[in-house]
């Protein structure tokens, strides 16, 4: 058995009823129906003629993810002599918005929270934000950009553009307005 087996493999074990291991094996588990192949998770049904469509999803989701972190690759370049990342462009351009706490900031970025304290730490050192303590909440921290943090964050935007443009520069702009649309289609509104 190589070092990546799982626990759960090792042991014998079967993820139990109502797990996160079993709802994630829920949500790819397949059926035939009819001369097609229908995939069920979290509630919704995807069918189609093609009995390929398991891979066709998986293959989307694969290109998706590469997609997303040939992305940031691109935004690391142009944010290099800045000295900050991808990711923590990220974090001042939502702090910019208002979205001022590290877990409004999880929520929405999809970090865990020990990351999001490490980049948060990253960011102060660098003299970009605060954490400073809200008023009306003395449990809360709320965070804020400093001097530095809010001329750099001026910028971001022409960056991030100039960015895009270098990673999108294959697409023709009605291939751009499609990719938009579908994406904003497939994402629930509340991220969009």
Do not use: W
């Not at 094996?25 to 979290?42: C, F, K, M, Q, S």
């Not at 660098?126 to 001329?151: A, C, N, S």
């Not at 971001?156 to 009605?174: I, K, V, Y």
């Amino acid at each position: 058995m190589d070092k990546k087996t799982t626990s759960t493999a090792r042991h014998g074990r079967r993820p139990g009823p109502g797990s996160t291991q079993e709802k994630a094996l829920d949500a790819v588990r397949t059926r035939r129906a009819g001369d097609g192949i229908a995939l069920e998770g979290a509630g919704v049904l995807y069918e189609g003629p093609d009995e390929h469509l398991g891979e066709q999803l998986v293959r989307l989701g694969v290109l998706l993810g590469q997609s997303a972190a040939l992305k940031d690759r691109v935004l690391d370049r142009y944010l290099l002599p800045f000295g900050i990342t991808a990711g923590q462009f990220k974090v001042l351009r939502m702090i910019c918005s208002g979205e001022n706490t590290a877990v409004a900031l999880c929520r929405h970025l999809s970090i865990h929270s020990a990351a999001m304290t490490r980049m948060l730490s990253r960011l102060e050192r660098k003299d970009l934000i605060l954490r400073v303590r809200d008023d009306q909440d003395l449990r809360q921290i709320r965070l804020v950009l400093t001097k530095k943090g809010r001329e750099l964050n001026a910028l971001l935007p022409t960056l991030g553009a100039e960015a895009m443009s270098e990673f999108t520069a294959d697409l023709t702009s009605q291939e751009l307005s499609q990719l938009q649309c579908l994406l904003e289609k497939m994402l629930p509104a509340p991220l969009v």
